[in-house]
């Protein structure tokens, strides 16, 4: 919730921003995900369950300027949801709900027709994890993670590329998020820039690895979107 107020806040400021496009500029997206989702325990002899595919909403947030040796600032934000296709007496046998949420600090190293980030910052997991009707998990982790981007536009036409990766790992956690896309700005002017974007996620998260209580998640699938640069 305090992403999304925080998201909220600096699109408001994107407003603001557009008539200091010199000073700082403001991009938001905002993509809706269907995916398939995988849960598993390795350490449990119990069949791994069968989840239904699933969908959801995320959103990012980044703000840019042109102080030297300053970094950039960006959010992101999915909200996870999973269930299995077993049940008993209407009750879910596999069942999750997690906010995952990035925190990222970037630098430009290139920003032409190419285009490449780099950066650092901190993956946060929060949320709750059902297995087996009555095997209930709470997750609340916070990672350091390692953060890239690059891209390429085709001038003239509107269309651009890109590919982001990022990975986190603390003990027995590990987060890998990769999405490559294609977009096209449908409105480009001096005040704004806006565009339909379509690409693939895959997301993997592995909790207490080596434990008894060792759980891996994997999210993948594609998705649209819109994103503006004010």
Partial sequence: MQSL?????????GAVSSAQADFIGVKAGIDY????????NPASALPQPQLEDDHGMSFSVAVEHPIPFLPNAKIKHTNLQAESNQSLAGVKSHQLDLDYSDFILYYEILDNVVSADVGLGAKLLDGKIQQNFTQNTEVNETL??????AGVKLPFTGLSAKAEASFAKLTDSQVTDA???LKYDFVDTLLV?????AGYRILDIQLEEG????????FKGPYIGLEAHF
């Fill in 5 to 13: 107020k925080l998201f909220c806040f600096i699109l408001g400021l």
């Fill in 33 to 40: 995900w269907n995916h398939s989702a995988d849960l598993s």
């Fill in 144 to 149: 350091p993670m390692l953060y890239a981007e």
């Fill in 179 to 181: 999405q490559v896309e």
């Fill in 193 to 197: 820039d806006v565009g339909a974007k």
């Fill in 211 to 218: 434990s008894d209580q060792e759980t891996k998640l994997k």
